[in-house]
T-cell receptor, first 113, second 114 residues
Framework: GNSVTQMEGPVTLSEEAFLTINCTYT??????LFWYVQYPGEGLQLLLK?????DKGSNKGFEATYRKETTSFHLEKGSVQVSDSAVYFC????????????FGAGTQVVVTP | EAQVTQNPRYLITVTGKKLTVTCSQN?????MSWYRQDPGLGLRQIYY???????DKGDVPEGYKVSRKEKRNFPLILESPSPNQTSLYFC?????????????FGPGTRLLVL
């Protein structure tokens, strides 16, 4: 079946540091890939997505590139802020099971001033 | 304001007492879904619905029921709750067309089953 594996957290960084959160996947079909962010006490919000190989999703300074050859979709941000402290989830959905999503376990990111 | 609402936000109940968590969206979305969030496990999909009267199982449907009689509502029913259903529950909906894969999440319902 389909699955998503994320690096474990928490990840603790200083403000303005570089952030990388690794995400790899296994999928029987051809997946679309997503990063969602969950701020404390809130529901998830879509951060970015990519629907085909080599696509780069970007939003709010975050980027992730869909790498089919390595089955990865790593999230990066060049200079984090305290307001980026949240839990980040990688997710996928395949075209042969549209509507059925798999999420990773989530990675908590803590940014200190 | 476009939103997904869930009620109640917090619920404490006892084993075996039937409960319903409501979910409603005002965006005319065709797709709706329920998830549970547990520490270390991330979000796991319980059920989803592609449209009215069309529902399908996610990865963890056991112990749950859903119905989709109207486009805007997608209630989650626990006929006989057990302590292992203690969790944080999220409802989500998705717009039709090119943005079908972008889900909008509700604020969550925290359930404790004693």
């Amino acid at each position: 079946g389909n699955s998503v594996t994320q690096m474990e957290g928490p990840v603790t960084l200083s403000e303005e540091a570089f952030l990388t959160i690794n995400c790899t996947y296994t999928a029987t079909g051809y997946p679309s890939l997503f990063w969602y962010v969950q701020y404390p006490g809130e529901g998830l919000q879509l951060l970015l997505k990519a629907t085909k190989a080599d696509d780069k999703g970007s939003n709010k300074g975050f980027e992730a590139t869909y790498r089919k050859e390595t089955t990865s979709f790593h999230l990066e941000k060049g200079s984090v802020q305290v307001s980026d402290s949240a839990v980040y989830f990688c997710a996928l959905m395949t075209t042969d099971s549209w509507g059925k999503f798999q999420f990773g376990a989530g990675t908590q990111v803590v940014v200190t001033p | 304001e476009a939103q997904v609402t869930q009620n109640p936000r917090y619920l404490i109940t006892v084993t075996g007492k039937k409960l319903t968590v409501t979910c409603s969206q005002n965006m005319n979305h065709e797709y709706m879904s329920w998830y549970r969030q547990d520490p270390g496990l991330g979000l796991r999909q319980i059920y989803y619905s592609m449209n009215v009267e069309v529902t399908d199982k996610g990865d963890v449907p056991e112990g749950y029921k859903v119905s989709r009689k109207e486009k805007r509502n997608f209630p989650l029913i626990l006929e006989s709750p057990s302590p292992n259903q203690t969790s944080l529950y999220f409802c989500a909906s998705s717009s039709p067309g090119r943005s079908q894969e972008t889900q909008y999440f509700g604020p969550g319902t925290r359930l404790l089953v004693l």
